[in-house]
């Protein structure tokens, strides 16, 4: 054990290497890291080398280019141009550093506890500077205060949201067992089918109505569009790829795992379909009933709404994609399980 630890690179180093490579591949890459090592600097090199190709083929493996676009898109209509410039790269390097697993419940209520006090802080470094912000201008220090103690009360229920995703997720049924016969798979995977069929044929009229309606309320046509196509593709694509009674075990592993990963990619666009005409909304008020009417106090809430509506949209595509990816982890480890008799 002593010898296999000098022969091994600084332990602040190695941390470094496996916080830079994306979860999906750390196992892997660190492993091949390991046995070429020959001295920090050497492995050092090799990881600068070998890491930002990894971090680019999980880029484009995890890449969903619908969602990206309409995150762009919204970026675009509420931010500008250049925010979507410097938005997209970074939404695309996050894919690359998706979650393998669901993620840890402590971690998640932690993260919610630190976004709401970090948001917080900032209020208060906002509400106590001397110098005049556009959107300050109106605002007296009581205004401020009361919303600072009503941002106090968004933390208990951003914890209490997560933790109702998380209780969900432990609800579920994921795949157990770690063997199981070609036929008990093959039953499960059209369950599975089934489910996503009657998912996606209801989500589909429920897209086509809220598109007819945004039709008669005047939404944005672009809007419109995306709900009519969404669930035009629903209808042609809502019963996924069934597999041929003929394919064997790994085969049939490998439809599962894919289907799985398909229904994780439309729904996480779907998703942020269903809130768009909500920021959309919000924007809209922003500028035409907030900034431009000169009311900083509606402009401030409604920046806090799109602010939780998109942690809401956040967490529930990380509890969701997270429960995904498990479920493909645990097919690529499941074996066939013979039947008695067979070789």
């Given at each position: 054990?002593e010898?296999?630890?000098?022969?091994?690179?600084?332990?602040?180093?190695?941390?470094?290497?496996?916080?830079?490579?994306p979860?999906?591949?750390?196992?892997?890459?660190?492993?091949?890291?390991?046995?070429?090592?020959?001295?920090?600097?050497?492995?050092?090199?090799?990881?600068?080398?070998?890491?930002?190709?990894?971090?680019?083929?999980?880029?484009?493996?995890?890449l969903?280019?619908?969602?990206?676009?309409?995150?762009?898109?919204?970026?675009?209509i509420?931010?500008?141009?250049?925010?979507?410039?410097?938005?997209?790269?970074?939404?695309?390097?996050?894919?690359?550093?998706?979650?393998?697993?669901?993620?840890?419940?402590?971690?998640?209520?932690?993260?919610?506890?630190?976004?709401?006090?970090?948001?917080?802080?900032?209020?208060?470094?906002?509400?106590?500077?001397?110098?005049?912000?556009?959107?300050?201008?109106?605002?007296?220090?009581?205004?401020?205060?009361n919303?600072?103690?009503?941002?106090?009360?968004?933390?208990?229920?951003l914890?209490?949201?997560?933790?109702?995703?998380?209780?969900?997720?432990?609800?579920?049924?994921?795949?157990a067992?770690?063997?199981?016969?070609?036929?008990?798979?093959?039953?499960?995977?059209?369950?599975?089918?089934?489910?996503?069929?009657?998912?996606?044929?209801?989500?589909?009229?429920?897209?086509?109505?809220?598109?007819?309606?945004?039709?008669?309320?005047?939404?944005?046509?672009?809007?419109?569009?995306?709900?009519?196509?969404?669930?035009?593709?629903?209808?042609?694509?809502?019963?996924?790829?069934?597999?041929?009674?003929?394919?064997?075990?790994?085969?049939?592993?490998?439809?599962?795992?894919?289907?799985?990963?398909?229904?994780?990619?439309?729904?996480?666009?779907?998703?942020?379909?269903?809130?768009?005409?909500?920021?959309?909304?919000?924007?809209?008020?922003?500028?035409?009933?907030?900034?431009?009417?000169?009311?900083?106090?509606?402009?401030?809430?409604?920046?806090?709404?799109?602010?939780?509506?998109?942690?809401?949209v956040?967490?529930?595509?990380?509890?969701?994609?997270?429960r995904?990816?498990?479920?493909i982890?645990?097919?690529?480890?499941?074996?066939?399980?013979?039947?008695?008799?067979?070789?």
């Open positions: 054990m010898a296999a630890r000098l022969n091994a690179p600084p332990d602040w180093l190695e941390r470094m290497v496996l916080l830079a490579i979860p999906a591949a750390r196992e892997g890459v660190a492993g091949d890291l390991w046995e070429t090592y020959q001295n920090p600097r050497q492995y050092a090199a090799e990881a600068l080398h070998t890491v930002p190709f990894v971090i680019a083929s999980q880029m484009r493996r995890n969903n280019l619908p969602a990206l676009m309409l995150q762009g898109a919204l970026i675009f509420c931010l500008g141009g250049v925010a979507t410039f410097v938005a997209l790269p970074v939404l695309m390097l996050r894919e690359a550093y998706q979650a393998t697993a669901r993620p840890c419940p402590r971690r998640a209520i932690r993260e919610v506890t630190l976004l709401s006090s970090g948001a917080m802080v900032l209020l208060f470094v906002i509400m106590s500077a001397r110098f005049a912000f556009p959107v300050r201008a109106g605002v007296d220090h009581f205004m401020w205060m919303l600072f103690l009503l941002g106090l009360l968004l933390s208990p229920f914890c209490i949201f997560r933790a109702v995703l998380i209780l969900q997720g432990d609800r579920s049924t994921p795949l067992a770690s063997v199981l016969a070609k036929e008990d798979l093959a039953r499960d995977y059209r369950a599975f089918l089934q489910r996503a069929l009657c998912r996606n044929l209801l989500e589909a009229v429920a897209l086509a109505f809220a598109a007819v309606c945004g039709f008669f309320f005047a939404w944005n046509a672009l809007l419109i569009g995306l709900f009519a196509l969404a669930a035009i593709y629903l209808l042609l694509a809502a019963a996924g790829q069934r597999a041929s009674p003929t394919c064997d075990f790994v085969s049939l592993r490998a439809h599962y795992q894919r289907e799985l990963a398909r229904q994780q990619h439309l729904h996480r666009f779907l998703r942020w379909l269903w809130f768009s005409p909500v920021l959309v909304a919000l924007h809209i008020r922003l500028t035409e009933q907030g900034l431009a009417a000169n009311r900083p106090m509606t402009a401030i809430l409604d920046c806090v709404a799109a602010a939780i509506l998109c942690f809401l956040t967490a529930l595509n990380r509890e969701h994609g997270g995904m990816q498990e479920q982890g645990l097919l690529d480890r499941l074996r066939e399980r013979r039947a008695a008799g067979s070789l």
